[in-house]
Each structure stands twice: as structure tokens, then as C-alpha cells.
């Protein structure tokens, strides 16, 4: 095996997490050149982003509990991401490339800390093609996913190796510990119940292994108050809205964490954490979920010898992770809905690398140069032409209800939808329209019923006075645009009705 003292960073493995990014990019261009219109949660996303912009928000993005996640931190990074790609042709073209590079920046970090762990370029790409493998089941729209459980995605990785790092007695990534944390409370409720118990697995391990030698140190107490730094930036608008209504958001998310008496039955929710070690691999879902996981994770445990000793922590940390996510899942308030536990694909590609190693530790791998080139050609070239993101495509019925309307700029639009199962579908077509209206420069905002999906400013009350866009689900659809009647329109599956 070859080791390269860890003083150096080898090109051969920023070119991985490079490639890969550049790979992705060029497979769609669209993100650069083609105008696109966001819908539903996309739309609600950018509409926040939009009030990060002006310095304005406060909260993360709705929850299916009426509640906000905590905090805005990746909006006012999409923020200015959309003002570094200015000459981009649509803003959520320059909120994708700028999730691109947010993941290349976690991707790169994680994979030197992993280098400097074990120094061998063997380990980092076995880990590379476990990760890919792990993600499988969300690729390739993930690498360029703005919605809070996407963006979570790589910061989770980031989370588990410097937390493994700090189990292993070294307080040097904390840092970065103290950043993924931040970053996937912020955007995920759920994240509150993983990564607390998680922090104080990885404190105990690095007590027992370094006791209070440590403390003292010049790193030590540089790690803790840059970490300290981060956060209170990170926490500074969330704690500000908390302080200024009564009761603020941060208030509402404890209240229903204690008033939650969720208790879920443990066959399907065992079902539903295996669901996510299992699905990557295809073949698998043919065999009994709880044997394979079994296996996944006794391979490891029962030839531990054949792992480095910062692959043991690794182990470890994963764990204790899968307990944290089991616990979590039974406690979980509401159905156990997928994208939820997205985080947990991390976890199986990390899984799967530490099985990987062991079956290939009696394999050589060509340690040539030539060797290494057509590698990362050949993911270069896979990425790059199976990597478009299938969700960038233009939604057209925003643009064409907008210019039937001929909106006024004296005029305030409140848009609205029914609740009936009929009706319900047309809320993602309202946000797209209320985003596009505000991205214009007119004033328009959602009816009582929807407030919670969107910024206060955007919000207005059933009696006020404004003019109504009401948007139905027709009988019959049709592709082509039509008038109906004065004020009513009809396009595709929406009828969208102006009451003054």
C-alpha cells in the first residue's frame, strides 16, 4: 500500500471531487443558458432566498409541522451565489452551480481528512466509488438540490468523519464538526435529535481517549472558539426572530418537540431506516433488509483487524449513528416519509466503504500513474454524460398566466387555492406565480389558509383589500392557452379566475 507523508495533498485526489463537480456542470449547461421557473418548494425556497438577498431573513424553510426549520444560513448563501453568477440566465441556474460548488467545497474537505487519517490514495478511492454507490439512489439531481434535506447531503459526510476524527482523540476538525452541525440543524428539524446525541457520543470517545490533556492547548482553544464564532453567526437571525414574536419560531419547534408522543411500531420502522442501506444496491431489496444491514455491518466488526485505526473510529461513529437514526425514526412525528432521512445514504456509502476495503484488502490495484488518469477519465466522462439534472426543465404556465393578467404595480394580488382534494394540487403552480409577480416588482401574497409557506411579507389577510387570483383544477386539460370567459383563464391542468 502506498502512504505519502500527509504534509501533502496529492493532486490525485482534488482532481476527484473536481472532476466530478466539472463533469456534472457540463452536462447541463442549462444551468447557465436556459430560463427556468421554480414551482412548489422550489418556489417557496426563492422566495427566501429573495428576502436573504435584501438581508430580510430570519427563518429556514417551512416544515410539514407549520413550523419553520430553524435557521436561514444556506439562503443567504444561495443569496449570493445568484449575485457571483449574475450573468446566469435564471436564479435558480446560479442557486444549482452554487450547490455544485457547496458540495465540491464538503466533498473536497472531507476527502483530506480521510487522506490525512489513513494516507493512502487506495482507501480514498475505494471510499469515492462506495459514495457514489451510497447516493445512487438520489443521483444526479442531488448534487445540484437546493431543498433542505439535499443540501444536508454533504455536510452529513463532512459531520461523520470529523466526528470519527474527534472519537479518535484529535480535537483538530472540530471545526469542521461545529459547520456540518450547524448547517443540517438549520435546515432539518430531525437534524436537532441526531446531531446532539452524536456530539455527545463523539465528546465521550475523545475524553476517554485524550482525558483533559487537550484542554490547554493552543488548538484546542482555537478549534472551540472558531467553532463558537460560527455558530453564533449562524444563529444570530433565527435568535433575532425568536426575540422579536411572541412566540418566535425556535419557541413553536420546542413546544412540539415536547408536546410529541409519536411512537411508531418497530417493524416498519426498522424497515424504513434498512430501506436506506439496501436500496442503493438493487440486487439486495431480493433479500431479508435486516440480514443484509446485519451482514453490511458485522463484516466490518468481526474482520476489524483488516481496517486502519482511523476506519475503527469510523465504525464506530457509524454505530452509534445507525441507533441515533433508528431511535429518531420511531419518534418521528408524522409518516415516515422518505426525503426525511435522506442523510442516511451517507451513511450507507460510508458503510459500504469500509466493507469494500476489507473484501479488497488481498487485491492489488495498479499503482501507476496511467492507471490513475483513466480512473478519474472514465468517472469524468460518466459524470459528464449521465449527470443532467432531470428537474431543469422550463415551466412555462407561470410566464403565460402572468402576461393573460397584465398585472398593475398600484395593485396587490392575493393568490389562493382550495384545500379539497380537487384543489390541493395547484398550491406548487401558486407559489411559482406569486414568486414570479414578486420577482417583477409586484406586490403579491397568499391568502390566511397558506401563510405558513411563505415569508410574512408575502403574506396577507382574507379581509384585506386586494384583487384575488384563484387557481382551479378544470374537468378537462388542455395544452393550449385559453380565455374562457373576461378573468378566466385556462392552461394545461390549471383555471386561474381574477376576482377584483
Not at 184 to 190: E, G, H, M, R, Y
Amino acid at each position: 500500500m502506498q502512504t505519502i507523508p500527509n504534509k501533502k495533498y496529492p493532486l490525485f485526489l482534488l482532481s476527484i471531487p473536481i472532476l466530478f463537480a466539472f463533469g456534472f456542470l457540463l452536462a447541463n449547461p442549462g444551468f447557465f443558458t436556459q430560463p427556468y421557473q421554480e414551482t412548489g418548494d422550489y418556489a417557496a425556497n426563492a422566495l427566501q432566498i429573495w428576502k436573504a438577498g435584501k438581508f430580510q431573513e430570519a427563518l429556514g424553510a417551512y416544515s410539514r409541522f407549520v413550523v419553520n426549520h430553524p435557521g436561514p444560513i444556506v439562503f443567504y448563501y444561495l443569496a449570493l451565489a445568484e449575485k457571483i453568477f449574475f450573468f446566469v440566465k435564471s436564479p435558480h441556474g446560479a442557486h444549482s452551480i452554487g450547490i455544485v460548488l457547496y458540495n465540491l467545497f464538503f466533498l473536497i474537505i472531507s476527502l483530506r481528512i480521510l487522506y490525512i487519517r489513513i494516507e493512502s490514495i487506495r482507501s480514498i478511492s475505494i471510499f469515492s466509488a462506495a459514495l457514489i454507490l451510497g447516493l445512487t439512489p438520489l443521483l444526479p439531481n442531488a448534487i445540484s438540490n437546493i431543498w433542505g434535506p439535499g443540501v444536508v447531503l454533504f455536510p452529513t459526510l463532512l459531520l461523520i468523519l470529523s466526528l470519527a476524527d474527534l472519537s479518535h482523540g484529535s480535537i483538530k476538525n472540530f471545526f469542521w464538526f461545529a459547520v456540518s452541525a450547524n448547517i443540517i440543524v438549520q435546515n432539518q428539524i430531525v437534524g436537532i435529535s441526531f446531531i446532539v446525541p452524536m456530539f455527545l457520543v463523539g465528546s465521550f470517545y475523545f475524553y476517554k481517549n485524550k482525558g483533559f490533556s487537550q484542554y490547554k492547548s493552543k488548538e484546542f482553544i482555537i478549534a472551540i472558539i472558531a467553532s463558537v464564532i460560527f455558530t453564533i453567526v449562524c444563529w444570530i437571525p433565527p435568535l433575532a426572530e425568536e426575540f422579536s414574536n411572541s412566540p418566535g419560531n425556535l419557541t413553536k419547534i420546542v413546544g412540539l418537540a415536547l408536546k410529541n408522543s409519536t411512537f411508531h411500531k418497530l417493524g416498519p420502522t426498522l424497515q424504513y431506516v434498512l430501506s436506506y442501506y439496501i436500496s442503493p444496491i438493487s440486487f439486495l431489496k431480493n433479500f431479508p433488509a435486516f440480514l443484509i444491514v446485519g451482514l453490511l455491518f458485522g463484516i466490518p466488526i468481526f474482520w476489524k483487524e483488516k481496517l486502519q485505526e482511523f476506519d475503527r473510529s469510523l465504525l464506530k461513529v457509524l454505530i452509534w449513528a445507525f441507533f441515533i437514526t433508528l431511535f429518531g425514526a420511531f419518534k418521528m412525528k408524522g409518516g415516515q416519509i422518505s426525503h426525511i432521512y435522506w442523510f442516511t445514504y451517507i451513511l450507507a456509502g460510508i458503510l459500504y466503504y469500509l466493507n469494500l476495503k476489507i473484501f479488497l484488502a488481498n487485491i492489488d490495484f495498479p499503482d501507476i500513474k496511467n492507471f490513475r488518469i483513466y480512473s478519474i477519465s472514465i468517472l469524468f466522462l460518466c459524470i459528464a454524460l449521465y449527470g443532467k439534472n432531470t428537474e431543469f426543465e422550463y415551466d412555462d404556465r407561470p410566464e403565460k398566466f402572468i402576461t393573460a393578467i397584465h398585472p398593475n404595480k398600484e395593485t396587490k394580488y392575493r393568490i389562493q387555492w382550495k384545500s379539497n382534494p380537487k384543489d390541493f394540487g395547484q398550491g406548487d403552480l401558486s407559489l411559482g406565480i406569486l414568486l414570479r409577480l414578486v420577482r417583477e416588482g409586484y406586490q403579491a401574497c397568499l391568502n390566511e389558509e397558506w401563510h405558513f409557506l411563505a415569508p410574512k411579507s408575502f403574506r396577507c389577510l382574507d379581509s384585506e383589500s386586494a384583487t384575488t387570483i384563484t387557481l382551479e383544477t378544470p374537468e378537462k386539460e388542455s395544452e393550449n392557452f385559453q380565455t374562457l370567459e373576461r378573468n378566466s383563464f385556462l392552461y394545461k391542468s390549471t383555471i386561474l379566475r381574477i376576482i377584483e
